[in-house]
């Protein structure tokens, strides 16, 4: 038993050594402005909490929060191997198409979550579907609030650590991606409910192509790998809730998902990190806890995602 305590320990250390010779990989993430309120769309507050994680416990990678959004720097991005993009419609996409496309052309991975990933059809549109494999195209995709119970995970270093799991969030769905799914690997995959295709029709509420396809499963989140090597691309639907980043298994498979894009290895039981506490979560907000809302409502929205499906 000591013997193989002593080997343990030495396999450890010969793994720090190599990490620390090897030049960290550079993630830099772009939060987009306030716009929801308490705890809804927390840009800022999410990227910080993501990025202290990844630079704890990930010795391969540097990330670093530019607060602003896009940097007034331009030379900020320089020598990047991945993007972290969280925003209001798409706004940092759109207002720098150009200089993303160059850095995108060079290689740089990318990651854009939730609402992020609804821009313009178009220019932008088929910008996302070369970067990322996919984005959320207006009249097509839909943004329903719903449970959804992820039964099966495929294997990928994304998923390395996650076990199967079930979390309420604003998952969006029917997503427009590549022809044929070429490059795409679907990461996070459920059934959502008949009730999210009986909405009115809108440009994000429901269409015909949504309601006919009742009983289907959907893809929330996906990998993609751009052809000849150019780059790896993450897409992830779900962080509406700025709380369920306290969801182990979201929580890894995302971190899992950053040190992949930017080329680095992610490791074999993926980004394991303690569950962050109410206060760490509160940290950096864009808007204080209103007097009416106690630290204990916060949890009871936590434990949510613990509870059992209800039985039909």
């Not at 308490?38 to 540097?62: I, S, W, Y």
Request: aromatic share 8%; glycine share 10%; hydrophobic share 40%.
């Amino acid at each position: 038993m000591l013997t193989r305590s002593i080997s343990l320990c030495i396999a450890a250390f010969a793994l720090t050594a190599v990490a620390a010779d090897v030049p960290k990989r550079k993630i830099a993430m772009l939060p987009g402005p306030p716009s929801h309120g308490f705890g809804c769309h927390e840009h800022k507050a999410g990227l910080m909490l993501l990025a202290r994680l990844l630079n704890d416990n990930v010795p391969t990678v540097q990330a670093t929060v530019i607060p602003e959004g896009w940097p007034k720097n331009p030379k900020a991005l320089d020598g990047v191997s991945a993007i972290v993009i969280d925003c209001d419609g798409g706004s940092i996409i759109r207002q720098h198409l150009g200089e993303l496309d160059a850095l995108m052309k060079k290689g740089v991975g990318l990651a854009v979550l939730h609402y992020a990933t609804c821009v313009p059809k178009g220019k932008h549109g088929d910008a996302m579907l070369r970067w990322i494999g996919g984005y959320f195209e207006t009249h097509w995709s839909v943004n329903p609030t719903w449970m959804a119970d992820f039964k099966k995970l495929p294997e990928h270093p994304i998923t390395r650590g996650v076990r199967p799991f079930r979390i309420r969030d604003e998952w969006y769905y029917h997503m427009r991606f590549v022809p044929d799914m070429k490059g795409v690997t679907p990461i996070l995959t459920a059934v959502p409910p008949d009730s999210t295709r009986k909405r009115p029709d809108g440009p994000y509420s429901n269409n015909p192509t949504v309601r006919s396809r009742m009983g289907m499963p959907e893809h929330v989140a996906w990998a993609y790998e751009r052809p000849d090597g150019g780059g790896r691309g993450f897409g992830y639907t779900g962080n509406h809730f700025h709380w369920n980043w306290a969801h182990d298994d979201v929580r890894t498979l995302v971190l899992n998902a950053l040190v992949w894009i930017a080329g680095a290895e992610v490791p074999p039981g993926g980004v394991r990190t303690k569950t962050p506490t109410i206060a760490e979560l509160e940290a950096n907000l864009d808007t204080p806890r209103p007097p009416g809302v106690s630290a204990q409502a916060i949890q009871r929205f936590i434990d949510d995602f613990k509870r059992p499906p209800r039985r039909k």
